[in-house]
């Protein structure tokens, strides 16, 4: 074998090799075989999977009864400003939003002379000290359906003073407990 005849086989094999090499890196460009294939829509499996059971605290109301009889009237009249927007607190005063609350303790819900939701209309009972203290806590938390739209009074000493202070809004005030 003359020396051209090698050095044309070797360039032949040389630019095979080449060639091999760039189509291997070519491909693996277009199709990446260590690339991770990952999921396009990875579901996320929590490593513990918490069953959280809510807790259903049963609401209890602080009750008023006992500080009804000590209660301080003048920062009731003060708190019953949050409410003026919507009540009348005067004998034969006009309903504004919500109905006159003059004579409200013990007196039945839902019935004086005012279009009230189908909530306080269904009821059948009284407004008594600890129904007042239940509904002006969070009206809509046991009154559910309300269309009292009031967040509530969340100290009790104030639902106190206040329905102290509303106890005197009346030809006879209803004893004290
Ligand atoms: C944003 C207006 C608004 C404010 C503020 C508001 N109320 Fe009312 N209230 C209403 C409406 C409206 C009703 C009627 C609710 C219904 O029919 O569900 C109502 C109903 C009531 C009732 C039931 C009356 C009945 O005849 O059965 C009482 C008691 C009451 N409110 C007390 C209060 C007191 C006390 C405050 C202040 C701490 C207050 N409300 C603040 C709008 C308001």
Redesign the pocket.
């Known amino acids: 074998m003359d020396a051209l005849k090698f050095n044309k086989i070797a360039a032949a094999l040389l630019s095979g090799v080449l060639l091999i090499m760039v189509f291997g890196k070519i491909g693996n460009l277009l199709v990446n075989p260590n690339r991770e294939v990952s999921n396009a829509y990875p579901i996320e499996v929590p490593e513990k999977i918490e069953t959280k059971i809510k807790e259903t605290k049963e609401i209890v109301v602080e009750p008023i009864l006992a500080l009804l009889a000590n209660a301080d009237i003048d920062s009731g009249q003060k708190?019953?400003k949050?409410?003026v927007?919507?009540?009348g607190f005067e004998a034969g005063g006009a309903n504004k939003?919500?109905?006159n609350?003059y004579n409200?303790v013990n007196?039945e819900?839902?019935?004086?002379d005012?279009?009230?939701?189908k909530?306080?209309?269904s009821l059948s009972g009284k407004?008594t000290y600890e129904e007042?203290n239940k509904?002006?806590y969070k009206?809509k938390l046991f009154?559910k359906?309300?269309?009292?739209?009031?967040a509530g009074?969340s100290k009790t000493k104030d639902r106190a003073d206040?329905i102290a202070w509303?106890r005197t809004k009346s030809d006879s005030p209803v004893a004290l407990p």
Request: with cysteine; hydrophobic share 45%; net charge positive.
């Open positions: 708190i019953s949050k409410c927007a919507c009540h939003v919500g109905p609350l409200i007196k819900q839902g019935k004086a005012y279009a009230y939701s909530t306080l209309a407004w007042l509904f002006l009206p009154y359906g309300t269309k009292m739209n009031y009074l206040l509303l």
